[in-house]
């Protein structure tokens, strides 16, 4: 006799964050992942959903956090972060290039913020002339919210005037800001820092709209990063992205080619990579290496042929061929079949 009916997926949760037991145990480490550690030249990684990008996201914080002087900024905002920039957004206007102008400047900021409240902690920062003036700004915008998302909703609803018009909206942002002055200050304390700072973006797709204003804020956010990295040393952002969205920065960016193109590492899973990867997970489960508990669910002991085959019909393994229209169907839900095979 069978043992009781088990979850479908021996593998693992498909959603990388859902599973963090498996992709500890069983993570590969892929050429992608070698080059996104070794290199800092890719800055916006691409996937189509399932090629691996928030386990990425998940193994190099993980590896990251356990290396000496290097912070870790990870940003994955949730659906409803997404939905209040929206509006805010808008205000710079109807025009592509407008929503991504503003987007660029307030994320520019909002990245040097950030990279202050991870190297104010050291001494040779606080040594500096620029410190207060840059620990004052960091304080003052630690206020505005929980998370980095939060304070940039915020930080567009204070400093965006109403009663401008877009595009003057734009232009009097940096000074309400005063984008230059941190951005000099914070160049002097950062020249020898000694410390790495990684910015992981993760989920934008979370509340994403494919119109001017999504596209707009997302193509600000990659700018922002792509500033960042060539202003100063010590600073390593990466932004995950869904394909469909880097397809529509592609598509309305006229600077693409010149400003985005090549910092881009697309993920691609070729057949050899996916065997490699199976064989990987189910060596992991047989090792024992996950946790007891998923191993013990997983597998069954099945009586002959025929229980094999309603097995693998139950998790989508094997098809049953409709005569009439000669396509297969195939179940995913884990329950025992309604049919028997002979």
């Given at each position: 006799m069978a043992t009781t009916w088990l979850r479908p997926n021996v593998l693992g949760d498909p959603r990388a964050e859902a599973d963090a037991k498996m992709l500890n145990?069983?993570?590969?480490?892929?050429?992608?992942?070698?080059?996104?550690?070794?290199?800092?030249?890719?800055?916006?990684?691409?996937g189509r959903r399932g090629t691996g990008k928030s386990?990425?996201?998940?193994?190099?914080?993980?590896?990251?956090?356990?290396?000496?002087?290097?912070?870790?900024?990870?940003?994955?905002?949730?659906?409803?972060?997404?939905?209040?920039?929206?509006?805010?957004?808008?205000?710079?206007?109807?025009?592509?290039?407008?929503?991504?102008?503003?987007?660029?400047?307030?994320?520019?900021?909002?990245?040097?913020?950030?990279?202050?409240?991870?190297?104010?902690h050291r001494y040779r920062f606080s040594t500096t002339e620029e410190s207060d003036f840059?620990?004052?700004?960091?304080?003052?915008w630690n206020r505005l919210g929980?998370?980095?998302f939060d304070r940039y909703r915020k930080l567009l609803k204070e400093k965006?005037?109403?009663?401008?018009?877009?595009?003057?909206?734009?232009?009097?942002?940096?000074?309400?800001?005063?984008?230059?002055?941190?951005?000099?200050?914070?160049?002097?304390?950062?020249?020898?820092?000694?410390?790495l700072v990684v910015f992981l973006i993760d989920c934008l797709d979370e509340g994403y709209e494919p119109d001017d204003t999504g596209?707009?804020?997302?193509?600000?956010?990659?700018?922002?990063?792509?500033?960042?990295?060539?202003?100063?040393?010590?600073v390593r952002p990466i932004v995950f992205l869904r394909d469909n969205i880097f397809r529509a920065v592609e598509k309305l960016d006229p600077d693409y080619s010149r400003n985005i193109e090549g910092h881009v590492l697309r993920l691609h899973w070729d057949p050899e990579l996916e065997v490699e990867h199976v064989t990987h997970l189910i060596e992991v489960l047989l090792s024992g290496g996950s946790p007891d508990s998923l191993v013990q669910q997983d597998f069954l002991i099945l009586d002959d042929a025929r229980a094999v085959l309603r097995a693998l019909y139950s998790v989508g393994f094997v098809g049953v061929r409709d005569p009439v229209t000669g396509k297969f169907i195939f179940c995913h839900d884990g329950r025992a079949p309604d049919r028997e095979f002979n």
């Open positions: 145990a069983a993570f590969l480490e892929t050429s992608d992942y070698r080059t996104l550690i070794e290199t800092s030249d890719r800055i916006i990684v691409v386990a990425l996201t998940a193994s190099l914080e993980k590896y990251w956090r356990h290396v000496n002087s290097v912070q870790v900024v990870k940003l994955a905002p949730e659906e409803q972060q997404i939905m209040g920039v929206r509006p805010l957004i808008q205000l710079f206007g109807s025009k592509f290039s407008w929503i991504r102008a503003g987007a660029r400047l307030a994320w520019r900021y909002a990245f040097m913020m950030e990279l202050v409240n991870c190297i104010s840059l620990k004052h700004r960091a304080d003052l929980a998370s980095v965006i005037d109403t009663a401008q018009g877009p595009e003057e909206r734009i232009a009097e942002l940096p000074i309400a800001l005063d984008l230059t002055k941190v951005e000099n200050n914070l160049l002097t304390t950062c020249a020898d820092s000694g410390e596209v707009g804020f997302v193509d600000g956010l990659v700018q922002a990063a792509i500033d960042i990295k060539t202003h100063f040393r010590g």
